[in-house]
């Protein structure tokens, strides 16, 4: 069974930090690439981040240099480690699961699989 429980999420002041943790069921670790997606009222969701099986990372543009994706394959966890936080980072948070594609492109529309119930994330001016 695919599973994903995401955690950390709350609310920040501009500049901040945050931690979020994803733990995944052992299925979801061999997908071929895991990462974090969010969506804000009214917004269409957007991919963040991505890490494929052998630790290859990408980011969406808005986030590369402030936020970092890993994993802890021993675990079953997926990091999603957040800088610098601004506003417009305000969202819904979900990690995810799918097929190489995302971890190419972020693109949310089709190649994404599985995906948590999110954790919200706040940051104020």
């Known amino acids: 069974q695919v599973q994903f429980v995401e955690s950390g999420g709350g609310s920040v002041q501009d500049g901040g930090p945050l931690t979020l943790p994803c733990v995944a069921s052992?299925?979801?670790?061999?997908?071929?690439?895991m990462g974090w997606f969010r969506q804000a009222p009214g917004k269409e969701r957007e991919g963040v981040a991505g890490?494929?099986?052998?630790?290859?990372?990408r980011y969406a543009g808005s986030v590369k240099g402030r936020f970092t994706i890993s994993r802890d394959n021993a675990k079953n966890t997926l990091i999603l480690q957040m800088n610098i936080l601004k506003p417009e980072d305000t969202a819904m948070y979900y990690c995810?699961?799918?097929?190489?594609?995302?971890?190419?492109?972020?693109?949310?529309?089709?190649?994404?699989?599985?995906w948590g119930q999110g954790t919200q994330v706040t940051v104020s001016s």
């Open positions: 052992a299925y979801a670790k061999n997908m071929p690439c």
């Open positions: 995810a699961a799918g097929s190489f594609l995302f971890c190419r492109d972020l693109d949310v529309k089709s190649n994404l699989r599985y």
């Open positions: 890490i494929d099986t052998v630790g290859i990372t």
